[in-house]
């Protein structure tokens, strides 16, 4: 076989080859088998040497042209090659679109939240300011400047844990009524506000007790301010979270920062007032605390009592989800049980 059809020959079974391969390492292997510097094609060029002069130009074209074309099959073919990977990779990890996705559950405000939120947007609609407080609190706000000095018998009523000997975790919402009133200028109007907030005593948790509890301060103080305002708004207030049919009571009772100073009472929501298990067939259920602001209090926050007067109360949230929704141990609305909690629709 002389050289030529050497060529010829490797050229068919290279392209064969090159044609046949699957694979990029057998490729690369081709390639060093025909044209790498032992390679066959390689081979042939050598051999060149032994050629008589004039047929060596005609056979190094031939050559050069057989090399070419193999290089580029090869290139072509790996460059296939490529392409096939990818469209398997691709076809292998085809996202099905139209498989159902995984479910998000959504998630509803806390029910002591939103009985919270139902009582500022009523709020908020008679033109009351909402206001917060530190849960830190000074002894000074939470006791001093609500009329209960140092020594005072009432604060055992509200033990709670002290941080230093001045500062405490508040134990009610109405040292944020002090620091307010401080603040409030009454040329520009009667001061109306609520605050909500979280609450701690030493009380020992039981069904209607917990450590940690939530409060909704509430305070009026301007000029003509009388007890039948407060009476009216509680009873808003009351029909607003219970329902239209539900009365309020005020029964004496006794706060330092507030004289007169009342109990409030909702009629039972299970017997309507006959007398039930749930009000202790009394027909009725306290709720919350309130009174006329003590004139001390408006004195020690420079208000001068005989100009001003108002009336302050102090209702529990807690307490109120229990009665709206009869839930019978307070501790359930802590426990973080998704079972109890997603009970509570976001209407109410
Ligand atoms: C007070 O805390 C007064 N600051 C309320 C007040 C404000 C009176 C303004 C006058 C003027 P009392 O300790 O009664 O009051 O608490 C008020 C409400 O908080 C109670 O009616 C009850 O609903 C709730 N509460 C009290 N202690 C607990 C507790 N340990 N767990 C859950 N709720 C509680």
């Not at 290279?14 to 044609?19: E, R, V």
């Not at 941080?163 to 134990?171: A, F, P, V, Y």
């Not at 909702?266 to 007032?273: L, P, Q, R």
């Not at 749930?278 to 009174?291: D, R, T």
């Amino acid at each position: 076989m002389n050289l030529q059809e050497r060529l010829e020959e490797l050229k068919a079974q290279g392209l064969k080859a090159i044609k046949d391969s699957k694979k990029l390492k057998e490729i690369n292997d081709i390639r060093v088998k025909l044209l790498g510097k032992k390679g066959q094609i390689t081979e042939v060029l050598r051999g060149m040497r032994d050629l008589p002069k004039e047929e060596r130009p005609k056979i190094g074209v031939m050559a050069n042209r057989v090399r070419d074309e193999l290089t580029n099959a090869i290139s072509n073919r790996q460059d296939e090659i490529e392409i096939q990977k990818v469209a398997q990779k691709l076809e292998a990890e085809k996202i099905d679109v139209t498989l159902p996705g995984v479910p998000v559950k959504a998630g509803q405000p806390h029910v002591l939240s939103q009985i919270i939120d139902e009582i500022e947007k009523l709020f908020l609609g008679l033109g009351f300011q909402i206001v917060e407080g530190p849960e830190v609190e000074e002894d000074h706000y939470n006791f001093e400047m609500l009329n209960l000095p140092p020594d005072h018998p009432a604060r055992d009523m509200q033990d709670t844990f002290y941080i230093t000997d001045k500062t405490l975790m508040r134990t009610q919402t109405s040292p944020v009524q002090a620091r307010t009133l401080e603040k409030h200028d009454f040329s520009k109007g009667p001061l109306k506000m609520i605050s909500p907030g979280k609450v701690y005593r030493r009380d020992t948790d039981d069904a209607t007790h917990s450590h940690q509890f939530h409060q909704v301060e509430g305070l009026v103080v301007g000029e003509n301010i009388t007890m039948a305002n407060l009476k009216g708004t509680l009873q808003l207030v009351a029909k607003t979270i219970f329902g239209e049919d539900r009365e309020i009571r005020l029964r004496p009772s006794y706060f330092p920062f507030t004289e007169p100073s009342a109990e409030v009472d909702v009629s039972c929501f299970k017997c309507g007032g006959k007398g039930c298990s749930v009000c202790k067939q009394s027909g009725w259920i306290e709720v919350l605390g309130a009174g006329m602001v003590h004139p001390n209090v408006l004195k020690m926050a420079g208000v001068d009592p005989e100009t001003y007067g108002g009336f302050a109360f102090g209702l529990g949230p807690d307490r109120f989800a229990m009665l709206k929704y009869g839930v019978d141990d307070i501790r359930e609305f802590y426990l973080n049980d998704l079972r109890f909690l997603s009970q509570f629709s976001q209407k109410g």
